[in-house]
Every structure is written in structure tokens, then in C-alpha cells.
């Protein structure tokens, strides 16, 4: 079965912290995704990774970035912490061009402080 | 209109009821539809893709009308594990490229 591991499930930081939350998959996916989710708003696309060194930005990529040196490993860095980035951040993997099954993590919930 | 659009509800039904979800989308070169389940406090899962003939898993319906640009999801018979917030999810370009768009989601309570 797929495994999507976020490194952390609570964390909380202070406002102008460089804060790094990680994703492992272990399935060998091309595709990794990161999202955050707030109520009232659902689900955004933040950045997403066709490959390795490869990312795009989504829907809402301002105040962050991305790096995937590996294929497994996608992180996302919040270059610096700001109160309004207090959210759930899901990380999702997919296999091959059909984006047809994500596998989320189950989540961090970052409370910025 | 909205990208993925979707009434928030709550559905709120006994066991045992016939439910049904509907969500629009705005973009026509949509090709990838699909429902996912979201427990509280849970990430989401796949629920079921949305094929153009339709499809059936178990309890579990799905439709599309590409004409009106809307998918359903029908639930039979609910029991109560069905409680969960179901989203919408359509891929934003035409063609499998691009990424998915979520909806913000339906919550379902069912009762005994």
C-alpha cells in the first residue's frame, strides 16, 4: 500500500521562522503535490513536481517554496512564517499522467504564532 | 461560475436513506472527474472515479453530464460510516495534464 509520510503532525512556529515541512512517498510516484486546506475554502494547490528539480506553482504559491532534489522527498518551505499561513498542509503523491488517484499524507497542522 | 462548485450542506439523513450530491464545474475541456471522502480530522481518499457512462460501486453511483458540466454522486441505503464531507475534484486542463481542482466539499451526517 502507498505510503505518504509527512514529518510532522502539529507544529507550531513563531512569525518570521524559515519553516520546513517534509513528504516521503515510498510507492515511486512522478507526481507530488502540496496543498493546504482551510475551512470554508477546501483544498488549494500550493506547488506541484512533475520530477525531480521540476516545480510549478499552483493556485496560491506566494510566501512559499519547494524543492525535490529526490524523487521520494518534496519539501515545502515557508521562507518566512506569517500568521495568515496557520493551516492544515496536506502532501500528495500520484502516479504517471492520469493524476487519477492521489495519495495524501495525513496532514500538519502548522499554527503560526 | 465557480471552477468546482458544491453544495456545503450539512445532508443530514437517517440510516437507511437514499442521498444524492451534485457538483458543477465551470471548464468544458474537463476530462477527469472524481469524488474523494473526507473524515474528520482525516485526509482525503478516493472514493470513486466519474466515468462518461457512468459507474457503480457497491452503494455508491456516480453520473456525468458533460452537457449541464455536472457530476453526481447517489448513495444507497446510508449507514452510518457514510458520515464524512465529500469533495468534488476535476482536473483543471483539458486532457489528462494539468492539476486537480477540489471542491470545497459536502458534509454528510447520517442518523440512527
Known amino acids: 500500500d502507498v505510503k505518504v509520510t509527512q514529518s510532522s503532525r502539529y507544529l507550531v512556529k513563531r512569525t518570521g521562522e524559515k519553516v520546513f515541512l517534509e513528504c516521503v512517498q515510498d510507492?515511486?510516484?512522478?507526481?507530488m503535490f502540496w496543498y493546504r486546506q482551510d475551512p470554508g475554502l477546501g483544498l488549494r494547490l500550493i506547488y506541484f513536481s512533475y520530477d525531480v528539480k521540476m516545480k510549478e506553482k499552483g493556485d496560491i504559491p506566494e510566501g512559499y517554496s519547494v524543492s525535490r532534489e529526490k524523487k521520494e522527498r518534496f519539501s515545502l518551505i515557508l521562507e518566512s512564517a506569517s500568521t495568515n499561513q496557520t493551516s492544515m498542509y496536506l502532501c500528495?503523491?500520484?502516479?504517471?499522467?492520469?493524476?487519477?488517484?492521489?495519495?495524501f499524507g495525513s496532514g500538519t497542522q502548522l499554527s503560526v504564532l | 461560475r465557480k471552477e468546482v462548485e458544491q453544495d456545503p450542506g450539512p445532508f443530514n439523513v437517517p440510516e437507511g436513506a437514499t442521498v444524492a450530491f451534485n457538483c458543477t464545474y465551470s471548464n468544458s475541456a474537463s476530462q477527469s472527474f472524481f469524488w474523494y471522502r473526507q473524515d474528520c480530522r482525516k485526509e482525503p481518499k478516493l472514493l470513486m472515479s466519474?466515468?462518461?457512462s457512468g459507474n457503480e460501486d457497491g452503494r455508491f453511483t456516480a453520473q456525468l453530464n458533460r452537457a449541464s458540466q455536472y457530476i453526481s454522486l447517489l448513495i444507497r441505503d446510508s449507514k452510518l460510516s457514510d458520515s464524512a464531507t465529500y469533495l468534488c475534484v476535476v482536473n483543471r486542463k483539458g486532457g489528462s495534464q494539468g492539476n486537480l481542482i477540489f471542491g470545497k466539499g459536502t458534509k454528510l451526517s447520517v442518523k440512527p
Open positions: 466519474v466515468y462518461s
Open positions: 510507492m515511486d510516484h512522478e507526481n
Open positions: 500528495a503523491s500520484s502516479l504517471g499522467q492520469l493524476l487519477e488517484k492521489l495519495f
